[in-house]
């Protein structure tokens, strides 16, 4: 793929982009406490559930963990598949599989999909439930890969399949990494009784793979302030352009009629960051759906136009640098930011875009090139 070519000449790790901040590191105080914890409490769990972020199936995993999970039972959780390319994210399973390590592309928040992992949970504790009357299944991944989030659907689950004895304890469940601070204990069934363990989302002290770190910031397992957003937003385009994504939305603006072609030529509701937010508890006012629906469509088209029409090598550092101005410059349009200082309007910019991103507005994405050869997991 066109990010490997990218990779092997140093392009995106090389990039001003990357080069202003290095490595990349946010180890809060919490963290090596719950580091320790969970080696401790690793030791004494029959099964693993790993959770990583079905964008990032690789760069998710936290390293300094593995030796120890791949000593384990472990089922791969790869969750948010609702954000992940169906066509890639099977490629990966089928990687995972080809390893000989059980995998499954789940969301958490979806009831079927849980069951589905909670039918390979029992199966690979099948052997084990026979002669230990407790059992421990641990859930552990690095921040805001939805831990939590699986936690809860999975008592949701567990209070109509077993007679559980003690009241379900909600976990806290939040967007930000770094939500979950320590190790709390779920009872699930009884006969044998099952535990769930959630823990908190833990990182390596540092991330010396630049775009590793990146990619895991990008999907939100990092707090931007670590990193910056305009950096952020720079390296996502980077990814756009050297996969030449952007080409693949032309399908997308043709046959449109003249008022979806200019949406300047209707009203539109006025509208900030958290309208494109996911509301779970009310239904989203339909001028607003139209509204933001008609900005996704007009990001799309500027990513489009500006790559369609691009004369340089998205190979070439220097050439790429200019497209991804360019493009900011397009997205400042698209995305309705009025003109203010430089410096503000690119954060603002950097902002909206990323939160695109991240809630899947801008379609399904994974940011992992599946693997050619062998390697780790």
Not at 107 to 134: C, G, Q, Y
């Amino acid at each position: 793929m066109a990010t490997k070519k990218a990779a092997k000449k140093g392009l995106i790790g090389g990039m001003s982009f990357a080069k202003d901040a290095g490595a990349i590191n946010w180890f809060p105080g919490h963290m090596a406490a719950a580091t320790r914890a969970i080696r401790s409490r690793l030791k004494l769990s029959d099964l693993v559930i790993e959770v990583r972020d079905a964008r990032i199936p690789l760069s998710s995993a936290n390293e300094d963990l593995q030796p120890q999970l791949s000593a384990k039972r472990r089922i791969i959780a790869l969750n948010k598949k609702d954000l992940a390319n169906p066509n890639v994210l099977n490629k990966w399973t089928h990687h995972f599989e080809s390893k000989k390590q059980d995998c499954v592309a789940i969301n958490a928040h979806s009831r079927s999909s849980v069951k589905k992992l909670l039918d390979l949970v029992e199966f690979k504790l099948k052997e084990v439930i026979a002669r230990e009357p407790t059992l421990l299944v641990m859930v552990v991944g690095v921040p805001n890969v939805g831990k939590s989030a699986l936690i809860n659907s999975v008592h949701q689950i567990a209070a109509t399949r077993f007679p559980v004895q003690d009241k379900l304890k909600r976990a806290t469940v939040g967007p930000l990494p770094g939500v979950t601070q320590d190790i709390a204990g779920f009872k699930i069934a009884h006969r044998p009784s099952i535990y769930v363990l959630d823990s908190p989302g833990v990182l390596v002290p540092n991330i010396p793979d630049i775009e590793t770190g990146l990619k895991l910031a990008l999907s939100g397992s990092v707090k931007d302030s670590v990193v910056g957003e305009e950096r952020l937003a720079q390296y996502f385009l980077a990814i756009l352009n050297t996969r030449g994504t952007p080409l693949h939305w032309k399908y997308l603006f043709e046959g449109r009629n003249e008022v979806s072609a200019h949406p300047d030529s209707i009203d539109k509701p006025s509208y900030n960051l958290k309208d494109l937010r996911h509301q779970r508890s009310k239904q989203p006012d339909s001028s607003a759906v139209h509204y933001v629906g008609g900005m996704i469509s007009e990001v799309q088209r500027s990513l489009y136009t500006t790559l369609s029409e691009f004369d340089g090598d998205t190979e070439d550092e220097n050439d790429l640098e200019c497209l991804i101005e360019q493009q900011f410059e397009a997205l400042q349009k698209a995305l309705k930011v009025s003109t203010r200082a430089s410096s503000e309007a690119r954060l603002m910019v950097s902002k909206k875009f990323l939160t695109l991103f991240r809630t899947g507005r801008l379609g399904p994405f994974i940011l992992d090139d599946v693997p050619e050869t062998d390697m780790s997991l």
